[in-house]
DNA sequence: ATCGGCTCGCGCAA
DNA sequence: TGCGCGAAGCCGAT
């Protein structure tokens, strides 16, 4: 079963006289379900070798800031424990310079019989996996246990999610299975290697202090990292969202919606196990989960489909034609009003409703799924180029998003632009592509209730509406 | 409140 | 070749 998840990337050959198999787990931060370090596990059994796992938190990515080095290392302590438990060595390494040259997962790798990696189709771990292969001297594999229908049996891009939708449904019987627990058959023995850093919770923020990175992104108001962390929000979801999701999933203030998106990104939960346990509540209490398991497998693996089959995931030329087509007609189209990148970013527009979407993005680091459309629309609405509307949109994910850098953000964001949408009613600007509209909005969902909420965390400094703990939320 | 038109193209049935 | 229908809608007519 694991092996469609598995490709080879390189043609060195397997080394069983050295020290270790490694699992180097660049995309999903997690010990349970992790199909990658079951997959290490199994070739150091057969091999008679322990397996070492290797994490990196580099400051040299121009997005490094307090918010996403806090919520990683957040999840690092509780890794520490799960993996002495199994027997498996673990070494965490943090790379606190901005510019120095980091060799150190080289000089690790430099002692494997294999490594394995993630399978992940955007940002710093599918830059790696093009990259590193080719400088290493043993055989390096990559498992996709990202998705629950590995990524490898689509052969090619999906058009929208009609077509993607019974080619997932035919194979899900066969993927949707707990993802059994590692064991080792030799332990790891002595002590990490020498790059190991070992911390506790309490010492983190003295440690992000002493990084190179954006101190002006400050550590999210309402998500902490890890993997207690994230089996929290799901327990909450289960007891207190799921039964609401299909009828106010749309509904901000109304919180029925998972939140799981940034530890599903940094794969501190997978979405295999969320899935499962999903489908077992709803069995359980007889409720219907068809809703957000659509979501959470058929939108959630188009979007990886997309960025696995497309080039530049973060180019207008993924478009269909008929988009690119009617987008360039409107291109001369003027913009009124037509803010600058620094204008969004602030949340300084003429728009309550869009300010208080950025101001969400600011403090919380997400916005909600529904408003996120909305509030990309009116970015290419008001910004001067389609262009400059999606690097805007790009460039603020980047910088404050918990969960940007994912497939989803990558498709979620062209999907404004018409990727895996339809054509409608002609206008402005948009041409046919979708338009949404304040009034839309307004019609449909609490307003109100949701400028409300985030006035008042920004007001307070804290966030009591999205519980950390599995406890019920505030409400106003 | 509800309905139809807007508008393109994929995939399947024939 | 024809036809149904689609990731979150809007607008104007009734």
Redo the contacts with the bound molecule.
Sequence with gaps: MVNQRIRVLNSAPERQDRDYVLYWCGANRRVDANHGLLRAVELANLWGLPVLVYEGVTSAHPHASDRLHTFLLEGVPETARRLKRLGIGYCFHLQRERDSHDDTFFRVAARAACVVADDYPTYYPALLNATVPAKLDVRYEVVDSSCIVPMNLLAKR??????I??KIHRLLPQFLEPCPEPRVRRRWEGPPPPFHLEFTEEQIPAIVASCEIDHSVPPSLCFRGGRRAAEARLQHFLEHGLRRYAKE??QPAAHATSRLSPYLHFGMISSLEVALAVRDYAREHRLIADEFLE?LIV?RE??FNFARHSENPESLLNL???ARATLLRHAKDPRSPCYSRARFEQADTHDELWNACQREMLLRGVIH??YR?YWGKKIIEWSPTCQDALETMIRIHDRWALDGRDPNTY??IL?CFGL???????RPVFG?V????L???K??TNVEAYLREIEWIGRAGQDPFVSLTGQPCASL
Excluded at 158 to 163: N, S
Excluded at 420 to 426: I, V
Aim: proline letters at 8%.
């Design positions: 999906e058009y929208a999610a009609y077509t939708r019974p999933r749309n979501e939108r188009l979007a269909p034609e008929w799924g529904y459309m498709t979620n999907w895996h949408d339809r054509p409608w009613q002609e046919t979708r338009y949404m509209s009034d839309g909005m019609r449909k």
